[in-house]
């Protein structure tokens, strides 16, 4: 059995915990979901808890502005790989020097997502020859300007 065949069941308070988590991880207190929830914050804690464990929150990510670091190229390249291969190679390029996301899609040829920061051209090439001897097949290189995130509207409370 796969981990995405352990289906763990979601209250509206675990709903809750995830939807605020989502919206901002650092800034939200177990205490300031208590009070939203009518519960001891003890108990979000060992919810929230409960949901690392069981994988259900898998971690949190930072929010980087990469250009203000001082690399000026955050760059989304799409790869092609073999179905067979595409889960291994996608966590082989996570290893590339300078690569921050890596995503497998699951349909069409552009199958692999590699999200990379340089600092300059050089970089990029460094790690497109990187993937290409992985295996993978470089289709497109797209220059990331900015990134939007929202919380998961499935996990809102009922209104």
């Known amino acids: 059995m796969s981990d995405r065949d352990d289906i763990v069941e979601l209250d509206?308070?675990?709903?809750h915990i995830i939807y605020r988590l989502q919206h901002d991880a650092r800034k939200t207190s177990a205490s300031t979901i208590a009070e939203e929830m009518d519960v001891a914050a003890s108990t979000v804690r060992n919810r929230i808890n409960r949901l690392e464990e069981r994988g259900v929150i898998k971690g949190y990510n930072l929010d980087v502005d990469y250009e203000r670091a001082g690399f000026?190229?955050?760059t989304l390249i799409i790869c092609n790989a073999e179905i067979p291969e595409r889960e291994q190679l996608a966590r082989e390029a996570l290893e590339?020097?300078?690569v921050v996301d890596v995503q497998e899609v699951m349909t069409g040829s552009e199958n692999i997502h590699v999200e990379v920061v340089g600092s300059d051209g050089d970089d990029l090439s460094r790690i497109g020859q990187e993937l290409?001897?992985?295996g993978l097949q470089v289709?497109?290189?797209d220059i990331i300007r900015n990134e939007y995130v929202h919380p998961y509207e499935g996990f809102a409370p009922e209104k």
Do not use: K
């Open 12 to 15: 509206a308070l675990d709903r």
């Open 72 to 74: 000026q190229l955050h």
């Open 96 to 98: 590339i020097d300078g």
């Open 132 to 134: 290409d001897a992985l």
């Open 139 to 141: 289709v497109d290189e």
